[in-house]
């Protein structure tokens, strides 16, 4: 049956284990396995999979990004995959303002497209880097910016879509006159709009939605399906406005239509000044008094974020930075944004809400932040959800209420008794999210892997749901219903309103097949959980230690599928390069450790490493470690993948082309012997054609230059008497075999700069790590911390030149040595050479005196771990410090080589292709005469490789530059 449809398709169907287990969970807490995951290529496919669904009694699932936190993308039949080729923006009209899509355009990169002309689309969620226009309709978006440029409904013009028999409709505005004409048509679209208008004409049930309906004042609204937004137009004399079904289509999560184009409205680019206040409170209670107040100014962002996100994202590297605004140790803060045309302007804006807040009198702090500052504020709070994952453990924030919104003058008083409720379950919840619109993100803080917390996942939601009635509100403001709500619509609503949803679906959809289980006929919430309940833990032993997470399976399932990882190349950051060149899900962060989760849970194997899926999966991971930062949960891949790899190994053996990069560092030390005839075969067109066939490396790809040289001779030759602290320089073996010249220059830069330097010869494990031969790494890992504990004892500073060496030190190695205490002295005094020279640099030992005046224009490419783990500021001080040099980071992501990943034939077409995302075009755009600076090895030949241009390490750039 499926493979009739999957013949019949000109898109792909995934009917294998893999696939439909990276489909059966989302955002939310539910897990539904699906029986096949459709990409349809065009529209002909959806009209295909509508006919197989109608014929076979099978529900479609439509699916973008997959970041819904209320189940709305899970279910037992075809997800229908848009995000891959759906993604054209088909149409712009600059003077209606205008914008046509494709569902599964990003929003930010919708954004980057408009901006030039002025314009942009409004609606601004946390996801909103891989978001897609599909989902945000679907969901009837909004976030930060909503109470400035409303919701998605505002802002939908026209949709097409198929409708439920295979038919194609254009909703969007009519006239009455062209309302009569759609009444009279002999088609679905015909009687829908025939029998709403039978609906809607009755006066009591305009009255009974009027009366049970939430508060018009409340904005985000997205309780069932939206017909109260039909009522007001000409058609029922509640408005001036067309008729427009996309009102109602708008929130309806997949369940009517399927939609295949969005036409939006756009509005212009927000004023260019601004300016953003940070109130810092005591308590939760003052917080929510200044909201009232504060929103009386014309205000463009009114967020709050409480303590519980505040501490996640002290553990989370890439939020870090993001925290310098933030004045002791508030219980919440509130992020409020002016905007103005002039800066005149913006500075009496700015004066009036102070002058508002200091008479307020309930914060304690109010920093004032201008510029890039409030983009690193903002980027902290759209880490919010994210970052919940961070919370060690089985206890979580779980969505389940978080989308409460109630009228702005309601606000501090259904706070007030929900903390009251939440005291009654003896829960500590979490509040963040967008005050200004009346909507906050509660969470209760649960374990739904036990039964207990379960009944109170019901119970709290309930009670909640009953507080919301009370005031009026919306139970979903902007999340939607799916699975999680959908149960208490008839509750939200009335009995005789669901009654009046359950016929417009019947309507649209008479045998249920778009998204069933959401809005109407709801699974029940408390069911289809992401993990068994009651259930016995699986016991996963493994030679790394990740009791940071409580294990590797927990380490996993810190995933909550936020998909950060899904955000393409036009974004900042670099994760994740293999979905940026695939765009497949099963390239993800969150496809790796969803698959990881999945058969580590449920696998009947003595080893629950050993599925060919896992192998799949982690085939094309860089182990770049753009996650362990980037993702707001640190899910670390690039750890995982090592265990696994050995695991996997353990059981089916290693292969011969993974013992020879494994042990590369040996075979170097062999070739360097007789360097010459090493480099004459690499060199050599047929003998180095067969060292690359032997070795399963790609025919296109270089061999590196192996050497031999003594360093210790060289430092004598340089080390004169010293004027400086004692310095230990990390001769790795990338830097001892392969790159000499660069060993060379830091000890002549070291030497002349007046330091004590020492040589320290050791084999890092990076070749071992990165094969998963994770018994030699330990050996060497425990052999080298022998020889360390001198040095870390006396607290001496350990220098290193290949980032992917000494940043081991402090990652991987904590996790493979037992003394604790040692490696923390390793992690702390373990640094990049760049990392050593800013802190002398700040600290006035090292001035620009010593450098040439020449000007030069450098551009940088920092190594993926060096961004993971430490920052690329560094890089960028120490080469601004000849006076005349012009220095600029290039924004490039993963170069793609990631060691070894490069050079393997059947990953080096994507190793280029993700070099030709960022790096290569930046590269190639640069001036003959500027410096490229690359401090990875294998990111200096890929940039060979890759553009035929000579990349050098920054020590050698600032060697060069050396006039003492």
């Not at 206890?395 to 009228?407: G, L, Q, S």
């Amino acid at each position: 049956m499926l493979k009739d449809l999957a013949d019949g398709l000109q898109g792909d169907l995934l009917t294998d284990d893999l696939s439909r287990a990276l489909y059966a969970t989302d955002a939310s807490v539910y897990r539904k396995l699906p029986i096949a995951v459709a990409y349809p290529k065009n529209v002909a496919d959806i009209k295909l999979l509508i006919t197989f669904a109608n014929k076979n009694k099978l529900g479609l699932i439509p699916r973008t990004a997959g970041t819904s936190l209320a189940g709305q993308c899970v279910g037992e039949g075809i997800v229908v995959d848009v995000s891959r080729e759906f993604t054209k923006i088909i149409a712009f009209d600059k003077k209606k303002k205008q914008v046509t899509v494709q569902p599964g355009v990003v929003r930010d990169e919708l954004n980057q497209y408009l901006k030039p002309f002025g314009l942009f689309f409004g609606p601004n969620t946390s996801t909103s880097n891989r978001c897609m226009i599909g989902g945000m309709v679907g969901n009837n978006s909004s976030g930060t910016t909503s109470i400035q440029y409303g919701v998605t409904r505002d802002k939908v013009v026209s949709m097409h879509c198929v409708l439920s028999d295979g038919s194609e409709a254009f909703f969007g505005a009519v006239s009455r006159t062209e309302f009569e004409e759609k009444k009279s048509e002999r088609t679905l679209e015909g009687k829908i709009y025939a029998t709403l208008f039978e609906e809607l004409s009755n006066e009591a049930t305009q009255k009974n939605i009027e009366t049970e309906f939430p508060k018009p004042s409340i904005h985000r609204r997205n309780t069932g399906y939206a017909v109260d937004e039909l009522l007001k137009n000409d058609i029922f004399g509640n408005g001036q406005e067309n008729f427009n079904l996309c009102k109602l289509l708008s929130g309806s999560e997949g369940t009517l239509a399927f939609t295949t184009e969005v036409t939006l409205q756009l509005d212009d680019l927000p004023p260019s000044f601004s300016a953003m206040v940070a109130t810092h409170y005591r308590t939760l209670e003052e917080c929510l008094m200044d909201v009232a107040p504060v929103m009386q100014h014309n205000l463009h962002t009114c967020e709050m974020m409480d303590k519980v996100i505040l501490d996640c994202t002290k553990n989370n590297r890439a939020q870090l930075v993001n925290r310098f605004f933030v004045d002791g140790d508030p219980a919440a803060i509130l992020m409020l944004e002016v905007r103005s045309h002039s800066e005149e302007d913006l500075q009496q804006q700015l004066e009036g809400l102070l002058g508002t807040i200091e008479k307020s009198g309930q914060s304690y702090a109010n920093p004032v932040l201008y510029g890039d500052d409030i983009n690193k504020a903002i980027e902290l709070r759209k880490a919010g959800l994210g970052l919940l994952g961070n919370m060690v453990g089985d206890r979580k924030a779980v969505a389940c209420i978080e989308d409460t919104a109630v009228a702005l003058e309601d606000l501090k008083d259904f706070i007030g008794e929900f903390s009251q409720i939440m005291k009654g379950y003896h829960q500590d919840a979490v509040y963040y999210a967008h005050a200004g619109a009346g909507e906050l993100h509660l969470r209760p803080i649960l374990n739904l892997k036990k039964s207990e917390d379960v009944v109170l996942f019901r119970s709290i939601t309930t009670d909640v749901a009953k507080l919301t009635k009370k005031y009026n509100g919306s139970f979903s403001g902007e999340h939607g219903d799916g699975i999680v709500r959908a149960e208490f619509i008839p509750l939200m609503i009335g009995e005789e309103n669901y009654a009046l949803l359950k016929r417009v679906k019947a309507l649209f959809d008479p045998n249920y097949i778009f998204n069933p289980g959401k809005i109407v006929d709801a699974f029940p919430m408390d069911e289809s959980l992401r993990y068994v309940v009651d259930r016995k833990e699986p016991e996963i032993k493994t030679l790394m230690d990740f009791s940071d997470s409580e294990g590797i399976l927990k380490a996993a399932e810190k995933c909550n599928g936020s998909g950060d990882c899904r955000k393409s190349h036009h974004m900042n950051g670099a994760m994740c390069p293999s979905y940026q060149a695939t765009k497949n899900e099963k390239d993800t962060t969150r496809g790796r450790a969803n698959a990881l989760r999945e058969f580590l849970t449920h696998s009947e194997k003595a080893n629950q490493f050993d599925h060919q899926e896992l192998k799949q999966v982690f085939d094309l991971c860089l182990s770049c470690k753009a996650c362990a930062s980037e993702c707001p949960s640190n899910v670390d891949i690039a750890a995982l993948k090592a265990e696994f790899l050995y695991q996997y190994q353990e059981t089916n053996g290693y292969p011969l082309r993974s013992k020879l990069f494994a042990h590369n560092t040996r075979l170097n030390a062999m070739g360097s012997k007789v360097s010459w005839l090493t480099n004459s075969v690499y060199d050599s067109g047929i003998l180095g054609g067969l060292v690359k066939k032997v070795a399963g490396v790609a025919p296109e790809r270089s061999l590196p230059k192996v050497h031999r040289f003594n360093f210790e001779n060289h430092l004598n030759k340089f080390k004169g008497r010293p004027t400086k602290k004692k310095v230990v320089l990390y001769v790795d073996e990338f830097v001892k075999y392969l790159d000499v010249e660069v060993g060379k220059d830091a000890i002549e830069l070291l030497c002349k700069l007046g330091y004590d330097v020492e040589l320290f010869h050791a084999e890092s494990g990076r070749t071992y790590l990165s094969k998963g031969f994770l018994k030699e790494a330990k050996r060497l890992v425990d052999k080298n911390m022998e020889k360390l504990k001198p040095y870390l004892d006396d607290g001496v500073v350990l220098v290193g030149l290949e980032p992917s060496a000494i940043l081991s030190f402090r990652d991987e190695y904590q996790r493979l040595h037992h003394d604790k205490e040692l490696l923390k002295k390793l992690a702390v005094n373990s640094l990049l050479i760049e990392e050593f020279l800013a802190l002398e640099i700040a600290g006035g030992h090292i001035t620009a005196d010593s450098f040439t005046e020449e000007a030069r224009t450098v551009k940088i490419h920092n190594h993926c771990h060096q961004k993971a783990l430490s920052n690329q500021k560094v890089t960028f001080d120490v080469l601004n410090l000849p006076k005349n040099y012009k220095v600029s980071i290039i924004a490039s992501g993963c170069c793609g080589m990631a060691g070894s990943f490069g050079y393997e034939k059947e990953h080096y077409g994507t190793s280029m292709q993700v070099g030709n995302l960022k790096l290569f075009p930046a590269v190639a755009k640069s001036a003959e005469d500027t410096i490229i600076a690359a401090n990875g090895t294998s990111c200096r030949h890929q940039i060979k490789d890759g553009t035929k241009r000579e990349a050098q390490h920054p020590v050698s750039i600032l060697r060069e530059a050396l006039v003492v």
